[in-house]
Structures are given as structure tokens and as C-alpha cells.
């Protein structure tokens, strides 16, 4: 059974950071594509930053600068970290692996931006 775990969630100000985890199991994570993604309340699913097998990355124009994607070959994990955080980065935070017909998605964890 696969399973995507996301932590590290929690309330922030603005201006400060937050480091978020995804662990899987089930599956050989690290030749996976592994994304995040966020939705706010009452937005749709967008984007957030994704890390391929080889480690190619790629972000939302709107997280570049602020967000690092990256992959924890000693955790088996792959991490977000979020920097200058804004109120308007609220939302949950979802991780998810695909590799070719195969996706996962993972539970989310709630981000929480105060002004």
C-alpha cells in the first residue's frame, strides 16, 4: 500500500518560515516526479514546485526566490522550504508522486500565514 505523509505544517507570520516534509512508502520514492501543491480555500489545486528522479526541479513563478524543492536521500523524503512566507501563501499543502500511469497524493498539511 502507498502512502505519502506530509509534515511540518503549522502557523507562521509573514516574513518567517516553514519546512515541510513528504515521506512515501509502498514505493521507490526517489525515481518518482514529486511535487507539491497547495489549495487554498475556495481555490483550486495549483502548483507549488516539482523535483524530478534526477533531481531537476522546477517552481510556480510565484515561489520562485522564496521556495526550495529538495530531495533527502538519508530520509527518504522530499522537503519544501518556504521563506518569506505571505498571507497569502495560506493553504494546504499537498505532496504527490507520479511516474509515468502512477499518482499519489498525500492528506495535506494546513500552512497558516498571520499578518
Known amino acids: 500500500q502507498v502512502q505519502l505523509v506530509e509534515s511540518g505544517g503549522g502557523l507562521v507570520q509573514a516574513g518567517g518560515s516553514l519546512r515541510l516534509s513528504c515521506a512515501a512508502s509502498?514505493?521507490?520514492?526517489?525515481?518518482?516526479?514529486v511535487g507539491w501543491f497547495r489549495q487554498a480555500p475556495g481555490k483550486q489545486r495549483e502548483l507549488v514546485a516539482t523535483?524530478?528522479?534526477?533531481?531537476?526541479?522546477r517552481y510556480a513563478d510565484s515561489m520562485k526566490g522564496r521556495f526550495t524543492i529538495s530531495r533527502d536521500s538519508a530520509k527518504n523524503t522530499v522537503d519544501l522550504q518556504m521563506n518569506s512566507l505571505k498571507p497569502e501563501d495560506t493553504a494546504v499543502y499537498y505532496c504527490?508522486?507520479?511516474?509515468?500511469?502512477?499518482?499519489?497524493w498525500g492528506l495535506g498539511t494546513q500552512v497558516t500565514v498571520s499578518s
Open positions: 504527490n508522486a507520479e511516474l509515468g500511469r502512477f499518482t499519489y
Open positions: 523535483v524530478t528522479g534526477d533531481g531537476s526541479t
Open positions: 509502498g514505493i521507490i520514492f526517489r525515481i518518482y516526479t
